[in-house]
Each structure stands twice: as C-alpha cells, then as structure tokens.
C-alpha cells in the first residue's frame, strides 16, 4: 500500500476498497480474528501470579509475626495489667444469646440418651439460692424408642456451677 487512496497501480481508488480494482493489489491489511482478541496473553499471567505469590507470602509472614508478639510483653520488664473492676461476675448466668445456662446444657448433654437430639424451648432466668443457684428449663429429646419428649426439669447448681440435683417440674 502506497498512500491512502493510490495502489501499487498509482491508480486512484475508493478509500474504503479492500483492494486495487485494477492489479488487485490489497489496500487494507486484514483485521485480526475475533477469536484472536478474547484469548488472553500468557505473558501478562506471569507478572499477575508473581504478585499474587508474593501479596500471599506477606500475608503469611504478618500472621506468623502478629501470632507470636500478641501474646509476649512490649518490654522484659513490664508485667501484663489487671483491671480492677467492683462488678462482680456470677459463676452461673443465662446467656445473653439465647438465654440458655451452659453448666445445664453440658449436663443434658451428658446425661441424655441421644444428646444429639436436645433442643431447648423456654428457660427462666437463674435464681440465686443461699446454696447456690437454681433455673428451670423445658426442652424436646428422645427417649428410648426414639419419640421426642418435652420436659420440664428445675436445676439446682452449687456455688461452683455443678448442678447438683434435677426436680421434675
């Protein structure tokens, strides 16, 4: 191709002619293939997994490093601080989740037939007792022959959180 608009020919032609109607010369090179355009370079996915290994690498070393200066002292000599707090926390409480007593629940759990089944439906709120504590709970469990039963049960802690004794309601 000479110039836009002359062939080989040094004939004019139409701009927009693929090729010389006279020497059949062509003008315009052809345009790549649409297949051509939506393959993607190898080349360039060499430098992108190189940055992804070496974003993933300092990901590693920043969790190894925080794991181990979490948990020792800023410096040799200061000693880890207590809050003092007047509040004083019970051993035996409901959950603010979903009210439910965890010494209570490990116990049905060790005790029940299928503890895989429990589900708990109501709890009261934890009373406390001059011996310890005390909080009613029904829930649904099999039995024996595998048919759920609802049970209503009071549970009385010690002051440690052991439950101690198990009333029918």
Same mark, same amino acid.
């Given at each position: ?60 070393? @920043? $969790? ?6 979490? &948990? #020792?002292?800023?410096?040799? /000599? ?5 809050? =003092? ?48 504590? @005390? $909080? ?6 099999? &039995? #024996?022959?595998?048919?759920? /039963? ?5 549970? =009385? ?13």
């Amino acid at each position: 191709m000479i110039g836009e608009g002359i062939a080989i020919c040094k004939k004019e032609i139409s701009r927009n002619a693929e090729s010389c109607p006279y020497c059949g010369e062509p003008l315009k090179e052809e345009q790549p293939k649409q297949e051509n355009k939506n393959k993607v370079d190898r080349n360039s996915l060499k430098g992108c997994s190189g940055c992804l290994v070496l974003v993933f690498g300092g990901f590693v070393v @920043m $969790v190894i490093f925080s794991m181990f200066t979490a &948990n #020792s002292p800023t410096s040799k /000599n200061s000693k880890p601080s207590r809050s =003092i707090s007047n509040t004083t926390t019970e051993r035996v409480s409901n959950s603010a989740w979903d009210g439910s007593v965890y010494q209570v629940k490990a116990y049905l759990k060790r005790n029940l037939k299928d503890p895989d089944s429990f589900e708990a439906i109501e709890w009261s709120s934890v009373a406390k007792t001059d011996n310890g504590y @005390m $909080v009613r709970c029904k829930y649904r469990a099999k &039995n #024996s022959y595998g048919g759920y /039963n609802i049970e209503h049960q009071i549970f =009385i802690l010690n002051k440690k959180g052991n439950v101690i004794s198990v009333l029918q309601n």
